[in-house]
């Protein structure tokens, strides 16, 4: 078995999250699960343990700067350090440019975007300060290619492939991992967007869709590679999906 790591993942209450909260503590690391509903976060931290894994929970919101500096502060102060951070907290309210819904436009930015810089905000200057760390940046296959139904949430997904491909330029201590999943089976489509366009892709995820531990998969690869090792980027898709 590999070290065992210090790992935060946000978004950790659901879908991509909860499934790398729980192939990551299967692998024998000690995960600190953040999102906003910690009603699931108790629940799963409870099976986890159950099951003889380490693991804790808090409660995050990824928009809140103050609130991911003092989660992480106070996962420093417990454990001495965060080896990894998953960047996973997302939403995809899907909608043509036209229907003009802004709030749903300024909620991707906030969370898809704001949300990934809050978390490295919180964690680089003590993985600086250490010489070591591992940022993994939850993106998509949208990061590299836009529908009409997806603009902004494409532009939130390219914003943050330029963010990972910036950041791991600038050391050579800290590892920077980009995941892009193809349509996965999640809650990304139960809330905001254009109702006809969410229902649209919740049918083509029952046919193409792939389930969220196939995600956790890769991202338990990119942490299990020796030090100095750093796996850029990884492209998951179901095969049976034509485009993502």
Do not use: C, F
């Amino acid at each position: 078995m590999n070290e065992s790591k210090i790992i935060l993942v946000t978004g950790a209450s659901s879908g991509i999250g909860e499934a790398t909260a729980r192939r990551l503590a299967a692998a024998g690391h000690h995960v600190v699960l953040g999102a906003r509903r910690t009603d699931r976060l108790a629940q799963l931290v409870t099976e986890l343990k159950e099951a003889g894994y380490d693991a804790e929970y808090a409660q995050l919101d990824v928009t809140d700067l103050e609130n991911v500096r003092a989660v992480v502060t106070d996962v420093l102060t417990r454990h001495g350090r965060v080896d990894v951070l998953v960047n996973n907290a997302g939403v995809m309210p899907l909608s043509m440019v036209e229907d003009l819904r802004v709030d749903d436009w300024n909620r991707m930015i906030d969370v898809n975007l704001r949300g990934v810089l809050h978390g490295i905000a919180a964690v680089l200057p003590s993985m600086r300060e250490r010489r070591s760390g591992h940022i993994i940046n939850i993106a998509s296959t949208a990061a590299d290619r836009v529908d009409p139904t997806g603009v902004v949430y494409s532009a939130t997904k390219y914003a943050v492939r330029a963010i990972s491909e910036g950041l791991r330029q600038e050391t050579a201590d800290i590892r920077v991992t980009l995941v892009n999943p193809g349509l996965t089976r999640t809650e990304l489509t139960q809330s905001g967007g254009a109702s006809e366009l969410q229902d649209a892709v919740r049918s083509a995820l029952v046919t193409a869709g792939l389930d969220a531990s196939a995600i956790a998969a890769a991202i338990d690869y990119a942490v299990g590679q020796p030090e100095g090792v750093d796996v850029n980027e990884i492209i998951v898709r179901s095969t049976a999906s034509i485009q993502g």
